[in-house]
């Protein structure tokens, strides 16, 4: 079983960047599509990003197009979000979330396995 935890989220100023760590435990890690999800205030959870299992495929969001880029090193069992230019909107807890053999354009229900998720918040 593969354990999740997020780090990396914090307080930053619009127009900023920050780099999100996904750390997965276990031995089966690349054999897991991996997504970012993010859920604000009062709304519902949305994906963000996800990529396949090998790495070679990408999908966003379209509003995080060209400012956000994940990727992943299955050596280090860990996945990324660069976030630049960072918006107010951006703000939320950031999960990822892994699903094993999954697509990239699978929703929020394939997901198997979450982790506890990191603040994110952009002050404009």
């Known amino acids: 079983q593969v354990q999740l935890v997020e780090s990396g989220g914090g307080l930053v100023q619009a127009g900023s960047s920050l780099r999100l760590s996904c750390a997965a435990s276990g031995r089966t890690f690349s054999i897991y599509t991996m997504g970012w999800f993010r859920q604000a205030p009062g709304k519902e959870r949305e994906r963000v990003a996800a990529?396949?299992?090998?790495?070679?495929?990408?999908n966003y969001a379209d509003s995080v197009k060209g400012r956000f880029t994940m990727s992943r090193d299955n050596a280090k069992n860990t996945v990324y979000l660069q976030m630049n230019s960072l918006k107010p909107e951006d703000t939320a807890v950031y999960y990822c979330a892994a699903e094993p053999y999954g697509s990239i354009w699978s929703q929020e229900g394939s997901y198997d396995l979450w982790g506890q998720g990191t603040q994110v918040t952009v002050s404009s």
């Open positions: 990529i396949s299992w090998t790495g070679g495929s990408t």
